[in-house]
């Protein structure tokens, strides 16, 4: 399983629009880009997945060049509420692996 | 009502002693995790299983054992608890279409 890369920690204010890039450059042909979200005490939560281009939701939108090792996570108009880890993932659909590797995820604090 | 469930919420226990942590789902997934989280740091597995005769070991499975009652239920024991035990706990359940993974409220452990 791909392992990603990914900013430590950022901050940003209320209603600016955040951008958190993961490298991932041993991704497999057949591996989508995952993100998840954790606030603190709580499980990690599904925000969007990718193969190839640009996904939109209710929540984010997620960025991938054509060559796929790298993605942008793209949080518009954050608010307090939306401090919490990030996670980024490499993982294939029907995998006969059981594990998603979590690494420690980027830390965005948002400010008033 | 949620669907990953997990009991208990907090438990505080002695070097030595043998604890349970019980994990239930009502989503219907066959794929079930147990991963440990410590402060600062990501997830890791501990055990997965895909059905109920499916048991594999994760990342940091010694210390540890699993249990499969039932499709729905999903176990993790500590045979003899140690403080470095100490962590948050969480259970996942996931289908086989997709390595979208959904996560229970988590239980918090403290080993004396």
């Not at chain 2, 147990?34 to 501990?46: A, E, M, N």
Request: proline residues 5%; aromatic residues 10%; positive net charge.
């Amino acid at each position: 399983l791909a392992k990603t890369t990914q900013p430590v920690s950022m901050d940003s204010y209320e209603g600016q629009e955040v951008n958190i890039t993961c490298s991932h450059n041993n991704i497999a042909t057949n591996d989508y880009i995952t993100w998840y979200q954790q606030f603190p005490s709580q499980g990690p939560r599904f925000i969007i997945q990718g193969y190839k281009t640009k996904v939109t939701n209710e929540v984010a939108s997620l960025f991938i060049p054509a060559d796929r090792k790298s993605s942008t996570l793209s949080l518009p108009r954050v608010s307090l509420s939306d401090t919490a880890v990030y996670y980024c993932l490499n993982a294939h659909y029907g995998g006969s692996q059981g594990n998603l590797i979590f690494g420690k995820g980027t830390k965005l604090s948002v400010k008033p | 009502d949620a669907d990953v469930t997990q009991t208990p919420r907090n438990r505080i226990t002695k070097t030595g002693k043998r604890i349970m942590l019980e994990c239930s789902q009502t989503k219907g997934h066959d794929r079930m995790y147990w991963y440990r989280q410590d402060p600062g740091l990501g997830l890791r597995l501990i055990y997965y299983s895909f059905d109920v005769k499916d048991i594999n070991k994760g990342e940091i499975s010694d210390g540890y054992s699993v249990s499969r009652q039932a499709q729905a239920k999903f176990s993790l024991s500590l045979e003899s608890a140690i403080p470095n035990q100490t962590a948050l706990y969480f259970c996942a359940t996931s289908d086989p279409l997709g390595e979208t993974q959904y996560f229970g409220p988590g239980t918090r452990l403290l080993v004396l």
